[in-house]
T-cell receptor, first 111, second 111 residues
Framework: GQQVQQSPASLVLQEGENAELQCNFS?????MQWFYQRPGGSLVSLFYNPSGTKQSGRLTSTTVIKERRSSLHISSSQTTDSGTYLCAMENTGANTGKLTFGHGTILRVHP | NSKVIQTPRYLVKGQGQKAKMRCIPE?????VFWYQQNKNNEFKFLIN????????QIDMTEKRFSAECPSNSPCSLEIQSSEAGDSALYLC?????????FGPGTRLTVL
């Protein structure tokens, strides 16, 4: 089965609304990252967040290791937030840094 | 954000041809990864290096794919005999040890 499940698969918002993206892991994890993928394909690292809560501007990431989940909260969404958001994990025991990715959440923010 | 350089950005090859792509990791990052993202947005880990040595690679990499990360030269990933199913975005990432930073990718189209 899939080790990393992201939800929702897609999300449509009006500008100014908040978004909550979820990532659930089927195995215990060493580390996890949230990425934003630009339409051209390049990945921008948003958070390296193996546990706890981190904030950067309008973005907040919370990882709860014992519940095997992580969330990305976007407050006051803007049209420029549109794109694909990916979470990825390194599971325990791997020790090579290899990331396993979810399928992503496609976010569209309308003006 | 990321200073990983990948060339070329786009690559078009015929079936059976060799396809070679390069990656310059961020300075001071000893670990380099290659991932493949297919048209269904599924990521597949291919291979990773630490200081020129292979840490882990998957079977397909061992057979038709070759990769190296020589000192003082760009890392490279080469497909010896391209197949239609190899059409994908190839992403290189480098890491100082934990967080991974991705380049813009090489989009390979095999006709």
């Amino acid at each position: 089965g899939q080790q990393v499940q992201q939800s929702p698969a897609s999300l449509v918002l009006q500008e100014g609304e908040n978004a909550e993206l979820q990532c659930n892991f089927s195995t215990s994890l060493n580390s996890m990252q949230w990425f934003y993928q630009r339409p051209g394909g390049s990945l921008v690292s948003l958070f390296y967040n193996p546990s706890g809560t981190k904030q950067s501007g309008r973005l907040t990431s919370t990882t709860v290791i014992k519940e095997r989940r992580s969330s990305l909260h976007i407050s006051s969404s803007q049209t420029t937030d549109s794109g694909t958001y990916l979470c990825a994990m390194e599971n325990t025991g791997a020790n090579t840094g290899k990331l396993t990715f979810g399928h992503g959440t496609i976010l569209r923010v309308h003006p | 954000n990321s200073k990983v350089i990948q060339t070329p950005r786009y690559l078009v090859k015929g079936q059976g041809q060799k396809a070679k792509m390069r990656c310059i990791p961020e300075k001071g990052h000893p670990v380099v990864f290659w991932y493949q993202q297919n048209k269904n947005n599924e990521f597949k880990f291919l291979i990773n290096f630490q200081n020129q040595e292979v840490l882990q690679q998957i079977d397909m990499t061992e057979k038709r794919f070759s990769a190296e990360c020589p000192s003082n030269s760009p890392c490279s990933l080469e497909i010896q005999s391209s197949e239609a199913g190899d059409s994908a975005l190839y992403l290189c990432a480098s890491s100082p040890g934990l967080e991974q930073y991705f380049g813009p990718g090489t989009r390979l189209t095999v006709l």
